[in-house]
Structures are given as C-alpha cells and as structure tokens.
C-alpha cells in the first residue's frame, strides 16, 4: 500500500475513532450524568469536558497527522492511562459490563492508532516540522 493510501487511511480511521470521545464528552456535559448526586454529576461533566478536548484535539491532528506525533502520542498515553483506570475498576468489581467498548477504545484502538501514526510517519520520510 502507497504512504499516501495509508496516510489516508489512518486520517479516516482517527477521525470515526475520535467521535467516541467527541461523543461521550458531550453527553456527559450536557447532563446525561445527571441521575447520579451533585458532587458525582460536576465530576463527571468536568471528566466529559475532558474527555470532549481530548477528542476535539484528535480531530484537530488529522488534516496533518503526519506531523502531528507529540501530540497523538500524548494524547494515546493520556487515554491509555484512563483505560488503566478503567480497568483497575472493573478487576475491582468483577463486571465489565457498559465499559467494555470504552476499555477496547482505551486499551486497544488508541494505541493501534497512535502505532499506525508512526508507521505512516516513517513511511512518507522525515517531518517537515518537529513531531
């Protein structure tokens, strides 16, 4: 496969991939925390506001994410650090339950990407700027 198919590949991959952050994050700041008590429901739509940035920033990087590696493999640590989390409280409770697609996104697709963005990155040669 051409750097350039896959370039494009992975552009498209990141952009469908960041509408589960764009998408939880918005949910969660326009309220759909809100059956849980005061406290609870202001921590959950700060972590949504979180969580929205974090996906609006990967949107951010994909006209150019071949350029944009400090940013992707920043943010895939972050997200990786949070499926961590995520995972220590489900080894916690013993039921995966509604977080086993946020822990593969977590754990798994956002890695892969951030990898892939590598992979394209070495592929097309040298950065024009610093990554």
Do not use: D, K
């Not at 990141?14 to 764009?22: F, S």
């Amino acid at each position: 496969m051409s750097p350039a198919i896959e370039r494009r590949l992975l552009q498209a991959s990141v952009a469908v991939a960041g509408i589960v952050p764009v998408g939880g994050g918005l949910w969660g700041v326009l309220g759909g925390m809100n059956t849980v008590g005061v406290t609870a429901a202001s921590h959950g739509r700060y972590l949504s506001g979180l969580l929205l940035g974090i996906g609006l920033v990967f949107w951010c990087s994909v006209p150019a994410i071949e350029r944009r590696g400090a940013v992707v493999r920043t943010l895939a640590v972050v997200v990786f650090v949070g499926g961590l989390a995520r995972l220590a409280g489900v080894l916690e409770t013993g039921a995966p339950g509604a977080v086993a697609f946020p822990l593969v996104m977590e754990l798994g697709v956002t890695p892969a990407l951030a990898l892939w963005r590598e992979r394209v990155q070495r592929g097309l040669g040298p950065p024009l700027t610093p990554s």
